[in-house]
């Protein structure tokens, strides 16, 4: 069983968004929802200020601190790696939410779900026709999935995740400057592995050790 | 036109700061809100009328006070508990908190309170409820019951205010102050006099042993680290500044120890005890709501 990961390289990352929308479309996101971000900080003093920019979304741990946090066990670790929630268990008491060090993860309330992309002039198409192909239940945590339903798919089609389009997050196919690079951890031989090891990958606020999945390479 | 950008503007960067917010989110120290903005209002209420309730269930086993003890009881079950259910997103499905005790504090919370339903029952309706092997587990549970709320505060890692040493000690002996006081003030006016100018003596040292608490709560934390530090100016700042000023300053300290010092030996009266008692509730539940409030997660980059 492979352990998915994901190398985002902040030297490539260009901040243009692309895998925040992507992710939003995938997942028909509501106003105000990302399961991917794009954080832009300064560093150092002017004149030899620079500025950062970190691409973020779900660590997918593999200690995570949601994980332990569920009173319920509506979030889980899979075997693969990727944690996820299952909304029939979810009480919604926002535990996981508030003990992930990353904060990505979102409570789906009554009032998320009914903002509408253009406000007062109801829902688009594209919302409603988002609300019946990929339905959150209210009163639920959601959060990014690694995009798990393509890589389940691909798999069954015999797609190799990370190389095939059809078996790989959205925020990783969107990317112009492939600055995400997805694959299995778990493989000594995946392209992952090599420049973890080659460039040295840091995961983010390795003090909380979750253990993240996803690594940054500079 | 600026109307309609207004709204949008509310819709895309609600005030409750659920909205993406680029520039800020998590760059800069950025605050917890699920646990006390909106629905997470019911969360702070739960968790202090779980600690009142057990307070006061665990200072009236010292006294075998029974109406302490049924009073505390049904706080803790009926406004605690009830509280804790409304606040969930599902509260129907509340029964599966029952199911990860090895990891979540919230799940070993859920077993405590439901021990301690069925225990206290059981010590309420029998006639020999206060012997001392009984009146020592329920001192137990109740002691486990009234750090609970903090406790699950207090093991998240990734907010410096709440996983403070102090936190646990603040809310145990909070817990058992305000318990006190609550008993104090019904023996008064049930006529028991001599017995609520007895109870002044340890009124005294709860009051000193939670002025010490707070005290080392903020200079532990303000010590712990940056993050640590700025959860302590954002209590001194903006809004919460009158809250810490007038809620906790005023009322939680320094009234009651001008009261204090008033019957000081004993010289009680049920009206003092009375304000001393509204002042106490008003000065935990603003404390409580500042250290909820100002909780902030180290920024990611």
């Known amino acids: 069983m492979p352990r998915w990961g994901m190398v985002i390289d902040v030297k490539r990352c260009i901040a243009c968004w692309g895998c925040a929308i992507a992710c939003k479309e995938e997942h028909f996101l509501p106003p105000g929802v990302f399961f991917n971000r794009v954080l832009i900080g300064e560093t150092g003093k002017f004149p030899t200020s620079s500025k950062i920019i970190y691409p973020i979304l779900c660590n997918h741990c593999s200690d995570a601190a949601c994980v332990e946090a569920c009173p319920t066990g509506a979030t889980y670790v899979r075997e693969d790696g990727i944690v996820a929630v299952d909304d029939e268990k979810c009480v919604g008491c926002r535990a996981c939410l508030v003990s992930c060090p990353y904060q990505q993860r979102t409570y789906y309330d009554q009032k998320v779900k009914d903002r509408e992309y253009f406000p007062g002039q109801g829902k688009t198409e594209m919302e409603l026709i988002g609300e019946k192909l990929y339905p959150f239940k209210v009163g639920t945590v959601i959060k990014c999935n690694f995009c798990s339903e393509r890589l389940e798919d691909g798999m069954k089609k015999g797609l190799t995740p990370g190389k095939d389009e059809d078996a790989s997050p959205a925020c990783v196919n969107i990317c112009p400057v492939n600055a995400r690079i997805f694959g299995d951890l778990d493989d000594p031989d995946s392209e992952i592995n090599r420049l973890i090891m080659e460039k040295k990958g840091k995961q983010l606020r390795k003090e909380f050790g979750t253990e993240p999945a996803v690594y940054y390479i500079d | ?301």
């Open chain 2, 1 to 301: 036109m600026s109307n309609k950008i207004h709204e949008l503007e509310q819709i895309m960067f609600p005030p409750d700061g659920s909205g993406l917010k680029p520039y800020e989110w998590m760059v800069n120290p950025t605050r917890q809100r699920q646990w006390i903005d909106d629905k997470g209002l019911f969360l702070w209420l739960a968790f202090f009328f779980s600690e009142i309730g057990a307070g006061l269930y665990f200072v009236s086993l010292f006294y075998a006070y029974k109406l302490g003890l049924i009073l505390g009881w049904l706080i803790t079950l009926v406004l605690g508990g009830v509280i804790h259910v409304l606040y969930l997103g599902n509260p129907l499905r509340a029964w599966r908190m029952i199911m990860k005790p090895n990891t979540s504090e919230l799940s070993r919370g859920i077993w405590i309170i439901g021990v301690f339903a069925a225990l206290g029952l059981l010590q309420i309706v029998t006639s020999g409820g206060f012997n001392m092997v009984f009146s020592t587990i329920m001192g137990i549970l109740c002691l486990l019951i009234i750090s609970h709320g903090f406790a699950t505060m207090n093991v998240i890692r990734a907010l410096p205010a709440w996983s403070s040493t102090m936190v646990l000690p603040l809310s145990l002996i909070s817990g058992v102050w305000i318990g006190h006081q609550i008993l104090q003030f019904m023996v008064s006016v049930s006529g028991s006099a001599a017995l609520a100018s007895g109870m002044e003596v340890w009124a005294e040292v709860f009051f000193f042993a939670y002025f010490l608490c707070i005290v080392l709560y903020v200079w532990g934390t303000w010590h712990s680290n940056e993050i640590g530090k700025e959860s302590i100016k954002m209590q001194l700042r903006g809004d919460l500044l009158k809250i810490s000023f007038i809620g906790i300053g005023l009322l939680a300290i320094t009234v009651p120890l001008i009261l204090a010092l008033i019957m000081w030996g004993g010289d009680t009266n049920s009206f003092l005890i009375f304000l001393r008692l509204a002042c106490v509730i008003a000065g935990d539940l603003a404390l409580r709501y500042v250290i909820m409030k100002s909780a902030v997660y180290k920024p990611l980059i």
